[in-house]
């Protein structure tokens, strides 16, 4: 049984979409092991706590980077954890963090990187004009939006979006997309090489 953790800072639909397609068996042999907050009121915790879920609430207000990291590794630590997928976690990771998981480590991202990473990937987007958009599950290395590329969707930016239409429909495609992500990571049936993951 893989165990799953995940760190989330808000509404939590990433996450609840995880934790549906495990208990569908979507991503077989799996659990949620623990669901992480650095932010007390998200709501998303309030939906792990409905689910039964185990969660961990550790403001990120007082302490460095790393101190926090560290706390929150130590709980990843104690519930078992193989894999951490940050989904709506909005703070940077610390190298100490990143390298104590490495490669263990997703995220995922609502537009095509490398284009529009950072804040308001969505607005960015539609501001650009482009006539695509979507999401990308990528593994975390130091550069932010940056490291190795699991999976990518596209969807179409329609006349008269809003940031608001197209944030649905790229979020929409980013549960489906976080889901096959993870089951790829947690079968094992890849390799990295470079940038690049090889599925097998
Ligand atoms: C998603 O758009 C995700 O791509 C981005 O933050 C948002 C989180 O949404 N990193 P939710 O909390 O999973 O609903």
């Known amino acids: ?3 799953i953790g995940i760190l989330i800072s808000g509404r939590g639909s990433n996450m609840l979409a995880l ?21 007390e009121t998200a709501a998303g915790l309030e939906r792990a706590r409905e689910l039964g879920i185990p969660t961990f609430v550790h403001s990120h207000k007082g302490c ?6 560290r706390a929150m590794a130590a709980e990843l630590r104690q519930a078992g954890v193989d894999l951490v997928c940050l989904a709506g976690y909005m703070r940077l990771l610390s190298p100490w963090f990143i390298r104590e998981f490495e ?3 997703l995220n995922i991202h609502p537009s095509v990187l490398p284009s529009f ?11 650009y004009g482009v006539k695509f958009s979507g999401c990308t599950v990528h593994l975390v290395d130091e550069e932010l939006d940056h490291g ?3 999976k990518q969707s596209v969807v179409p930016v329609l006349p008269g979006d809003t940031t608001e239409m197209l944030s649905a429909r790229i979020l929409a495609e980013e549960h489906q997309t976080y889901i096959e992500a993870v089951a790829l990571i947690l079968s094992g049936q890849f390799h990295i ?5 090889i599925e097998s």
């Open 1 to 3: 049984m893989k165990r």
């Open 19 to 39: 934790a549906d397609a495990v208990k569908h068996g979507r991503i077989p042999n799996a659990e949620i092991a623990l669901v992480i907050s650095n932010i």
């Open 64 to 69: 460095t980077r790393e101190e926090h990291d």
């Open 103 to 105: 490669h263990r480590i």
């Open 117 to 127: 990473p950072g804040l308001d990937a969505q607005k960015q987007a539609l501001e």
């Open 148 to 150: 190795p590329i699991v």
């Open 193 to 197: 090489e470079g940038r690049r993951i």
